[in-house]
């Protein structure tokens, strides 16, 4: 079991130069990303790996080679974070969930949801996802977190990276609000203006917040809150690592943080629909290891997407002279199965 005393580093950092870190925390790291034509698909490395032995017959395993980016630096983001933290402080790293889900922000499918849109960033840490929301196209993003020394990073990272004036950094504690927060005063607190505008989001984004039990209980329990509340064009997005363990119980090894993220979501899904994002549909435009433990949710209000599947029906009924009561949505393919 991980205690307090425990330093964690995230693998986006082992490589990371902090001799010449221009803020106050000890590293900066630049995160360049490749414009739509030049981003590799997660599919570029799609082959069978072919195993070969040496001379004394012992299996030689082939390493992945670091992908590099077709023209990178063509768009760049600029963090300040920490290095090898506690683990009530690994907010002020940047982990490769962060990093998928910036991926998926700049895809093709989120432009017209990220357009003029209006973004709730949970337990944002350093504000990467932030950042890159703003360029995605947001018009206003909620940069969220509890802890003050990541608000306060997360602020500077905005300003470094030219969307101050779109990010606004807030405080919110999961466990303490029950749909919207409370109008506030001092650092990072919630005006009226604010909640006003709040109210208005469609979007809401969690990046590597599934590690303690009870965060991930509250995380989701808030989701089943707030996407109702929204209405029925609101989605969110959490990407998580599923982080291996040998685990006594059963003596095997598992990844209980996001087998508890996937209870809690079963747990809501009269509140709650979730599905996986199949990483090979999300174009890599980030430098990272996007490593087959990396998982990207869509989760939406049950009633949302109640709606949304009435009226995918309504509109292939209209186009088609066969009923269609009855039949059910397959995901991925090109029309509606019926159901036998």
Known sequence: MSTDADLHLSDVHLRADCSDAGCDLPCETVFPFAEAADAASSSDDAHEPTAAVDEDGDLLCARRKRRKLATPGRG??????????????????????????????????????????????????????????CLAGARAVF?????????????NNADANGVGGLVRVRRLDW?????????????????????????????????????????????????????????????AFVSLER??????????????????????LEAQRGLLVG??????????????ERAPTLE?????????????????RRVRSENSAEPVSGDILVRGASSLTPRS
């Open 76 to 133: 760049r983001l600029r963090i300040c974070h920490a290095l090898a933290t506690p683990l009530s402080d690994v907010g002020l790293q940047v982990w490769r969930g962060a990093l998928l889900l910036c991926d998926h922000l700049f895809a093709r499918e989120s432009a017209q949801l990220l357009d003029g849109a209006v973004v709730l960033d949970l337990g944002a840490g350093c504000g990467l996802t932030s950042a890159a929301a």
């Open 143 to 155: 940069c969220t977190d509890a802890h003050t020394a990541s608000l306060r990073n997360s602020a």
């Open 175 to 235: 466990s303490a609000v029950d749909v919207w927060p409370s109008p506030s005063e001092g650092e990072f607190g919630w005006s009226s203006s604010d909640l006003q505008a709040l109210r208005g989001a469609t979007v809401l984004l969690a990046a590597d917040c599934v590690y303690d039990d009870g965060m991930t209980s509250a995380l989701v329990a808030l989701m089943s809150r707030v996407l109702p509340a929204l209405g029925p064009s609101a989605v």
């Open 243 to 264: 982080r291996v363990n040998f685990c006594l119980e059963g003596m095997c090894a598992r990844a209980p943080a996001a087998e508890h993220f996937h209870r809690e």
């Open 275 to 288: 599905s996986l994002v199949a990483p090979d549909g999300v174009p890599q435009r980030f430098e990272y």
């Open 296 to 312: 990207l949710w869509r989760v939406r209000a049950a009633c949302a997407s109640a709606e949304q599947g009435a009226s995918e």
